[in-house]
């Protein structure tokens, strides 16, 4: 029988993300000192900004730094240029990048311009990358309401890599507001795969409001489905799902 990884429920988004940003201090600090980088996996949209936050102000309390740490973004929407405001490459300067330490040779996010042509290839170097930099030693996700986990929609094979998806209707309406429009939403994107998200050594998923409890609770006590992709991490063997009240209210 698998054992559904462990929920934390804490008051709200901040007290968690207090504790997880103190646990990643600890985490970089000790790889840092085992004479390598950390290697981190990392998220966009509504749910990290707090936990980025909190990043930013320990990094200017001197207790984190990012020198000596490789970052690799879960996604990006394609046919967007990395100056879009909407883009995966604009939100991590604005939310983190531009205000830590980070050396710009260590971001790694998919590039939303890649050819059609070259897609493929584009998509295999970034394995090829996570790979020569010695694997994800930590994953952050957020989860959507098709249960997603990167772009994985419904039906992402748990073996899956990095490839082109198309979105789910779902997750178009959900970023629709930002866009200014359902029309202005891109239609597909480049993902992590599942499987590459499993081969992380740690991996902590935040959710916050009740408009994610019942897809929180599928993901953590639901079958293991390709229905929804979250709900692989009931599979891995260091997976930890940091909730806020509301979104841990139906468990």
């Known amino acids: 029988m698998t054992e559904s990884p462990p929920a934390r429920i804490f008051a709200d988004p901040a007290?968690?993300?207090r504790t997880l940003a103190a646990e990643l201090v600890e985490l970089v600090t000790a790889i840092n000192a085992s004479g390598r980088p950390a290697v981190l996996g990392l998220a966009t949209g509504r749910t990290p900004l707090p936990f980025y936050t909190e990043l930013i102000r320990l990094h200017r309390a001197g207790d984190l730094s990012f020198a000596?740490?490789?970052?690799?973004?879960?996604?990006?929407?394609l046919g967007l240029p990395a100056a879009h405001p909407e883009s995966y490459h604009s939100f991590m300067r604005r939310e983190l990048f531009d205000h830590v330490d980070i050396p710009a040779e260590n971001v790694?996010?998919?590039?939303?311009?890649?050819?059609?042509?070259?897609?493929?290839?584009?998509?295999?170097?970034?394995?090829d990358a996570i790979r020569t930099a010695g694997g994800i030693d930590f994953q952050l996700l957020g989860i959507g309401r098709t249960g997603h986990i990167g772009f994985n929609e419904p039906g992402s094979p748990r073996d899956s890599r990095t490839r082109e998806i198309e979105l789910d209707p779902i997750t178009r309406q959900d970023a629709a507001p930002s866009f200014?429009?359902?029309?202005?939403?891109?239609?597909?994107?480049?993902?992590?795969g599942c499987g590459t998200i499993l081969e992380a050594r740690k991996i902590a998923l935040l959710a916050w409001g009740s408009g994610k409890a019942a897809i929180v609770k599928e993901a953590l006590t639901g079958p293991i489905s390709d229905r929804v992709s979250a709900s692989f991490l009931q599979e891995h063997g260091d997976a930890t799902f940091y909730l806020d009240a509301e979104a841990g209210s139906a468990l």
């Open 180 to 192: 200014g429009g359902l029309d202005q939403v891109p239609t597909h994107a480049i993902s992590m």
């Open 68 to 77: 000596k740490v490789i970052t690799f973004n879960l996604d990006e929407y």
């Open 15 to 17: 007290d968690a993300c």
């Open 108 to 127: 790694h996010i998919p590039d939303g311009m890649v050819a059609p042509e070259n897609l493929a290839a584009h998509c295999a170097a970034y394995e």
